[in-house]
């Protein structure tokens, strides 16, 4: 905690006052750091922003961690609660007080997030062992500071933080003597070791420290008389050291490891934390420093993570691998993601509305998000049965309370003129918790719904969620159904009001929670309709008429949206019309009965109708959930309360009235049983008390509801029938109340002078509001519906059904509803969150200090500060701790029969190794003073219960043990000599099968080793497949492995046979193309990148019919050139200028000849002795450089170029003209550059590539640059 800005405790201020109070929190408020702890409760500011620190780990974080060990935050407290109710056994309470606007309901659903999230971290991970920190003999310095207060049923698990001390031991003030009692150190390998393990885990884990201060505690010395009355039952009085050191001891471990879960010792004593996140309290015995080292701790660790994982994903396979995140609609839960995102105005200027939607749309778990390859379900109820099956009770129960509050806020939360998401009813979430921790049932109990919202929308404000998500997320086919438009201003209940666009994306959630919730298809398809006939039914106008007698009655004008209606409720339309136009009409569908109402009266009946409608509609829906929720067996309660805050607007009704008596109600119940219960405690016991000074609002609540001549009481008396009838009567019984004050004679106001400030309340509609109660015949009508939810919701309707007593007034039910919840939140131990509004133009990082000062002043911080801050953190009764701390001695466990019960108390402190000025000891209670002491306590008690649980576990295994071993040991001498002769001749026997199975196997083994050889080598010929005989073909029947090599030859020699049957199958022709295609590929292959092309083309040789030709016969009867080997037109480069010339090349047995290709004129004759070489270049180039002998022929003419498509078949088959004529093989030269003799000069022929794909080749390109041809292919 060293990066906290300003005092994260208020108790800790130096110089405690009402301004530096308010400074502190202003300058946390300014960095974000909006908790501040008041002892154990929290104030918190609304940061109107979203603030990136409700992430899944920090959950995990303040859930391994106690509440002083890292910064204020409401998880800290939720998680004391949480502890406190696992280790105490004791039903808690988490009480959200302050303003409407102040952040009550996103504090609410944190406090849900983390009870949602803090079990199942607990799957993987559990805190680490705590260790004790020794005192400040140490050599490391380390002085534990901490101020905490707590209620009598204090949770065991009192936490504390350590730091350095930069002080000299010599400076410390006496009244912090707690941390320097003088005891043995350890030695100074343990001090160093301790100090290494220290710096070790500040590096890895970055723990936050911050001091404490205890200098404004006095220590009560009235312990001493007890202490030496019963030091006669002791013998010796042990040293102040850990349990392994004490001679009593009957274990040696002294681990001195704190279990989070103190209520079951037996499961586990030790836990481990989050691998991110450690505890920083290493230290160890005051004698020996005795610890697990850190490689020690992080061994087990990881062996425990290993074991929980392997059994979650055995457990969970079937789970993850249908849909891997839509097991857990814990996700649900709002975490506050890291990520900002744009603020959202309203027109009323409200900021972005943090919601539980936002949050899911993040985790998509339960529905399926994108990225998590799952299919969401063709029906809800298919993917609500999935997702039961694949989920544990308490898993399902943990999401379902996550499910329940996203649909209630959309049915229960609206948009304020102080509040864009303002709860208007109060809820109480009573979660029942198991031994283990784990949610076995939740009860939710809702008060004082504001139902007048429904049909009396301020302007300004909005009417419920639910409202405009129906409208704008519903699809085309759902409206249609439902007979609704998607324009908010065609229905008169959400005239001027405006709908957001996250209404449409959250409405998909909302429907969604409802199917996690397990109901049905056709109960949310009916609960979509109720709203749809409370947004119709506002629409209809009644039109004033004149019957014919005279009387005035009235019609509905729009009798298509009647038509409608009645369609969605499934009720005749006439019946209908005529509950809300005719009173005392009778199920008939016939249009003159009852007595005809006024257009005024049918107005107020149908927005009576609207109210009750929601509103019981809102009930049923609760009792809905709670019968889901509902637990089968009794366990230990945390309840949740969120009410509404106090309001103050510019008109202030019968609602305003009724929301400021309850938070009136809830701030009493603060004062009396913090501020007041405390200090009259302290004064019982004897203990020297100065008083603190409060204000005491039970006049006010007096004022309000006192039987007979309270308000409330006046609102109810029968023969009041007018509003002024009411004020008048209330200020005759009122007058002279210092609380009370009239606000004139002409005006219909009163004024309160409540505990948060001065309201005037309009009298107008109070009656009306009070007893808002709905006809009997609307209610028999809306019983013919035969929609089986409206049924349901007018069960007064029923004619089968008795006439009830009369219907109770609003007012009546406030006051009852009141009184039951504060006699449940009586008997808990109550935690207290304050949430203050920081400005009124919500705006983040925006500090109004008047407004903040007023909260402070009327919410009594103050009070609660000095209180904290002099009182005493924790006090139980003489029977409950020495029942809870008596195994901490020797003499008073199991059994004290040597003194009182006061006296053990005396004996147990004693033998502590604290100092007793932490103690004293009333005529009732026991106090302690530090949270320090009480951690430690704790902490002693959990080291020793783990000694006892082992010692337990040592005496029933070794009578275990004992008790089987004496069974074996007769059993063996009994069958022992059987069993050695049973075992020879099983042996005997088993040696002989054996050897009989080995001589069978190999046998069969042999045999069917030929067997296989015979029928390969028969069957190989009706194998082969029927194009065998090519020799391209490559198949051949499939060998068994041990006849692999045999196969290999076999198949070689085959296919050197069909080669020899192809090679007898060609006639001379036929061999010679072989053999000139043969020797292309002796000459070509790999060297000339031509040749591939070649491959595939058979050389034809003359492609210009040469030989039929009468003049060339004629030719070469003169040249002996009779037979021609090839014949086509090719291209002579020139030599000069490297241009392309057509000519006839025609290619004898004997000689090259070039022809004109017209005339068939020989320009030149080469004999093929001639020609020694010829030259190319490795590229896809048709050129060819035929080298002529320096004879006088070549030295007049040179050598030639020739550039043709079939160069490899020309150079080709001159090599083999030229090898039969000279008797040796001319040569074949492939290069990129080689020289050519060109008549008198010698010429370098380069060839480059110009980098052409050979699919767009064009001709090569030929420059002649003095001696140098270069050619670019």
């Not at 909006?34 to 899944?56: F, Q």
């Not at 220590?219 to 001493?224: A, F, G, P, R």
């Not at 709203?531 to 009387?551: E, M, Q, R």
Request: aromatic share 8%; glycine share 4%; charged share 20%.
């Amino acid at each position: 905690m060293e990066q906290e800005i300003g005092t994260w405790d208020s108790v800790l201020l130096e110089n405690l006052s009402e301004d530096s109070f308010i400074n502190n929190i202003h300058q946390r408020y300014k960095r974000d750091h909006i908790y501040t702890y008041i002892g154990t409760s929290v104030v918190a500011l609304n940061p109107y922003h979203h603030i990136s620190e409700h992430s899944l780990d920090n959950i995990r974080n303040y859930g391994n961690k106690g509440i002083f060990q890292l910064p204020p935050h409401i998880y800290g407290l939720t998680n004391l609660a949480y502890q406190s109710l696992k280790d105490q056994s004791e039903d808690q309470c988490v009480l959200l007080t302050g303003e409407s606007g102040a952040g009550k309901t996103e504090t609410f659903k944190m406090i849900v997030n983390f009870l949602t999230h803090i079990q199942e971290r607990s799957l993987c991970s559990t805190p680490n062992p705590l260790r004790k920190q020794s005192s400040t003999s140490s050599a490391s310095g380390v002085i534990i500071h901490a101020h905490r207060r707590a209620s009598s049923s204090c949770s065991g698990t009192a936490n504390f933080i350590i730091c350095k001390n930069n002080a000299a031991a010599s400076n410390i003030p006496t009244s912090i003597s707690r941390r320097q009692s003088p005891s043995p150190g350890p030695s100074q390998r343990s001090r160093t070791r301790a100090e290494s393990i220290e710096r070790q885990a500040k590096r890895n884990m970055r723990e936050k420290i911050v001091d404490f201060d205890f200098s404004h505690h006095k220590s009560t010395e009235n312990i001493t008389t007890l202490l030496e009355a019963a030091a006669g039952l002791a013998h010796v009085h042990p040293t102040k050291s850990c349990f392994k050191h004490q001679q009593t001891q009957v274990s040696s471990t002294c681990t001195a490891s704190y279990a989070a879960t103190a209520a079951m010792p037996s499961k586990s004593a030790c836990s481990t934390s989050s691998p991110k996140y450690m505890l920083t309290a290493h230290g160890g015995c005051r004698q020996c420093g005795h610890s697990k080292c850190t490689r020690a701790q992080s061994l087990e660790k990881d062996e425990r993570e290993s074991l929980l994982l392997r059994g979650s994903n055995s457990r969970l396979s079937t789970a993850h691998q249908t849909h891997p995140h839509r097991g857990s609609c814990s996700n649900l839960m709002r975490q506050h993601s890291t990520e900002s995102q744009p603020d959202r105005h309203s027109l009323m200027g409200s900021t972005q509305r943090i919601s539980l939607y936002d949050a899911h749309k993040l985790s998509k778990v339960v529905m399926g998000g994108s990225g998590s390859g799952t299919t969401v379900s063709p029906t809800p109820s298919a993917t609500s049965s999935l997702h039961r099956r694949h989920k544990s009770p308490s898993q399902r129960l943990r999401e379902c309370v996550t499910c329940a509050d996203v649909f209630l806020e959309a049915m229960g939360n609206a948009c304020t003129l102080k509040n864009s998401n303002s709860s208007r009813y109060g809820k109480l979430f009573d979660i029942e918790i198991d031994f283990r921790g784990d949610p076995m049932g939740v009860h939710i109990t809702h008060y004082m719904l504001e139902k007048t919202r429904v049909t009396d929308t301020t302007m300004g404000e909005r009417n419920f969620h639910i409202f405009y998500q129906l409208l704008l997320g519903a699809d085309l086919q759902l409206l249609k159904s439902l007979k609704l438009y998607r324009n908010v201003e065609k229905y008169e209940l959400l005239r001027n009001t405006t709908a957001m666009e996250e209404d449409r994306a959250n409405f998909h959630y909302t429907k969604r929670s409802l199917d996690v919730l397990g109901l049905s298809c056709d109960e949310t398809s009916a609960i979509f309709r109720v709203i749809a006939v409370v947004l119709k039914l506002g629409n209809f106008i009644f039109v004033p008429v004149t019957n014919i007698d005279g009387t005035e009655g009235c019609q509905v004008s729009n009798v298509y949206e009647v038509q409608e209606t009645a369609q969605l409720l499934n009720l005749e339309a006439q019946i209908l019309i005529n509950c809300l136009t005719r009173a005392n009409s009778t199920n008939s569908t016939q249009e003159d009965v009852g007595c005809e109402m006024d257009a005024r009266q049918a107005a107020n009946n149908r927005n009576t109708l609207c109210r009750t409608l929601y509103s019981r509609l809102f009930t049923w829906l609760v009792n809905k959930i709670n019968e889901t929720l509902k637990s089968t067996q009794r366990e230990k309660n945390l309840a949740l309360l969120d009410f509404y805050g106090f309001e103050v607007l510019d008109h202030n009704s019968f609602e305003q009235f009724a929301i400021n008596y309850s938070a009136e109600k809830i701030h009493q119940n603060f004062v009396c049983n913090v501020l007041r219960s405390e200090q009259e405690l302290y004064l019982r016991e004897g203990l020297e008390w100065s008083r603190i000074d409060y204000f005491d609002n039970e006049s006010i609540c007096e004022l309000i509801d006192k039987p007979n001549y309270g308000i409330l009481s006046l609102i109810n008396e029968p023969h009041l029938n007018t509003n002024e009838q009411l004020l008048l009567r209330i200020q005759q019984c009122c007058a002279g109340h210092p609380n009370f004050m009239t606000s004139g004679s002409n005006s219909m106001c009163f004024q309160i002078r409540h505990f948060a400030n001065a309201v005037n309340y309009s009298i107008h509609r109070f009656l009306e509001k009070n007893s808002d109660i709905l006809p009997k015949y609307i209610s028999t009508a809306f019983y013919q519906s035969k929609l089986s939810l409206v049924q349901n919701l007018f069960p007064e309707g029923n004619p089968r059904r008795q006439a009830s007593k009369k219907p109770t007034t609003l007012s009546s039910n406030i006051r009852t509803q009141l009184q039951t919840l504060l006699a449940i939140v009586k008997h808990r131990r109550a935690h207290y969150v304050f949430c203050i509004k920081p400005n009124e133009c919500k705006q983040p990082h925006s500090f109004d200090l008047a407004l903040v000062q007023h909260q402070v002043r009327y919410m009594s911080l103050m009070p609660l500060v000095h209180l904290c801050r002099t009182g005493h953190c924790y006090h139980l009764s003489h029977a409950k701790f020495f029942h809870r701390y008596k195994l901490l001695n020797s003499v008073t466990w199991p059994h004290f029969r040597n003194g009182s019960t006061v006296e053990g108390i005396a004996l147990i402190i004693r033998n502590l190794p604290l100092p007793s000025a932490e103690f004293t000891i009333g005529t009732k209670n026991v106090f302690v003073r530090s949270p320090r002491t009480v951690y430690e306590l704790e902490q002693f008690r959990c080291a020793r219960i783990n000694d006892l649980a082992v010692l337990i576990q040592k005496m029933f295994r070794m009578y275990n043990a004992r008790k089987r071993y004496q069974r074996m040991r007769h059993s063996q001498m009994v069958i022992s000599s059987a069993w050695r002769t049973w075992r020879a001749r099983e042996e005997y026997r088993s040696l002989k099968y054996k050897r009989q199975v080995k001589w069978g196997i190999d046998v069969i083994a042999r045999n069917y080793r030929q067997w296989k050889i015979r029928q390969y080598l028969l069957t190989i010929p009706l194998r082969l497949p029927p194009n065998t005989l090519s020799p391209l073909s490559t198949e051949w029947p499939a060998a068994p492995g041990f006849l692999s090599d045999a196969s290999r030859l076999l198949r070689a020699i085959y296919h050197r046979w069909k080669c020899y049957i192809y090679r007898n199958s060609f006639d001379q022709t036929a061999r010679n193309r072989m053999r000139e295609k043969v020797t292309a590929s002796i000459i070509f292959k790999d060297r000339k990148a031509s040749y591939a092309r070649s491959v595939g083309h058979p050389f034809v040789g003359d492609y210009v019919r040469l030989r039929h030709n009468q003049q060339w016969k004629k030719i070469c009867a003169e040249t002996n050139d009779q037979y021609v080997v090839f014949a086509d037109i090719i291209n002579k480069i020139a030599r000069s200028s490297g241009k392309f010339v057509p000519i006839l090349l025609v290619l004898s047995t004997s000689s090259l000849l070039l022809l004109d290709q017209r005339t068939l004129q020989i320009k030149y004759r080469v004999p093929a002795s001639e020609i020694y070489r010829m030259s190319l270049s490795p590229y896809l180039d048709d050129i060819a450089v035929f080298h002529v002998k320096a004879s006088e022929f070549g030295r007049k003419k040179g050598d030639f170029v020739f550039q043709t498509g079939h160069v490899i078949e020309i150079v080709t088959k001159m090599f083999l003209v030229i090898q039969n004529a000279t008797g040796k093989p001319p040569e074949i030269h492939i290069s990129t550059e080689f020289e050519a003799n060109f008549g008198q000069q010698t010429v370098i022929f380069s060839f480059k590539y110009g980098g052409m794909s050979d699919l767009a080749q064009g001709p090569p390109k030929v420059t002649r640059k003095a001696n140098r041809m270069e050619i670019i292919v």
